[in-house]
């Protein structure tokens, strides 16, 4: 079976610096990734997917992320955060063309002033 | 447009009592899941419906869970003989078809607490 692991829980930034979440999956069948993010008090809202084709992916609000089978990851990233950036980051695979997501268990970016 | 729109927001129950939780999906969306985000699990897939196919009902962790999609847009997810466990945010989304090229669009929620 198909499973996402976020190696951070949380992660405490400041304000402009570089972040990286990181997210590893397994999977032995073709993979679709996925990353979403859930403002305080708001729905999941996606920031990125890969289906196929090129392995870095550019998503909203400059985020990125980079697909590597090699190392079965598929870690998010942003040059430099903002304030607006806090959230819950979720990391997700599916494990077919359905549309059903399997989700990791999440990390909490806290951007600091 | 209107976005998902989930009821009750919040719902407060007792343990056995048997809760029906509402999703209605964007207008025109013919596929639509439902999850549950919970403090121990994460989130979870629970189940999913694309058109007039049998439902993927591979999520749903006992069988006092079930749901129906009537007339393919609203949704009911029911919850019989609630446990404390039951005790979660139950997401729903839809979009405009089953294949992974489109779009999920989440709505609010409703929190569910079993006491």
């Known amino acids: 079976a198909q499973s996402v692991t976020q190696l951070d829980s949380q992660v405490p930034v400041f304000e402009e610096a570089p972040v990286e979440l990181r997210c590893n999956y397994s999977s032995s069948v073709s993979v679709y990734l996925f990353w979403y993010v859930q403002y305080p008090n708001q729905g999941l809202q996606l920031l990125l997917k890969?289906?196929?084709?090129?392995?870095l992916v550019k998503g909203i609000n400059g985020f990125e992320a980079e697909f590597n089978k090699s190392q079965t990851s598929f870690h998010l990233r942003k040059p430099s955060v903002h304030i607006s950036d806090t959230a819950e980051y979720f990391c997700a695979v599916s494990p077919s063309n359905t549309g059903k997501l399997i989700f990791g268990q999440g990390t909490t970016l806290q951007v600091k002033p | 447009g209107a976005g998902v729109s989930q009821s009750p927001s919040n719902k407060v129950t007792e343990k056995g009592k048997d809760v029906e939780l509402r999703c209605d999906p964007i207008?025109?969306?013919?596929?639509l899941y439902w999850y549950r985000q919970s403090l121990g699990q994460g989130l979870e897939f629970l189940i999913y419906f694309q058109g007039n196919s049998a439902p993927d009902k591979s999520g749903l962790p006992s069988d006092r869970f079930s749901a129906e999609r009537t007339g393919g847009s609203v949704s009911t997810l029911t919850i019989q003989r609630t446990q404390q466990e039951d005790s979660a945010v139950y997401l729903c989304?839809?979009?405009?078809?089953?294949?992974?090229?489109?779009?999920?669009?989440f709505g609010p929620g409703t929190r569910l607490t079993v006491t």
């Open positions: 989304a839809s979009s405009l078809g089953g294949s992974l090229l489109y779009e999920q669009y």
């Open positions: 207008s025109g969306h013919t596929a």
């Open positions: 890969y289906l196929s084709g090129s392995t």
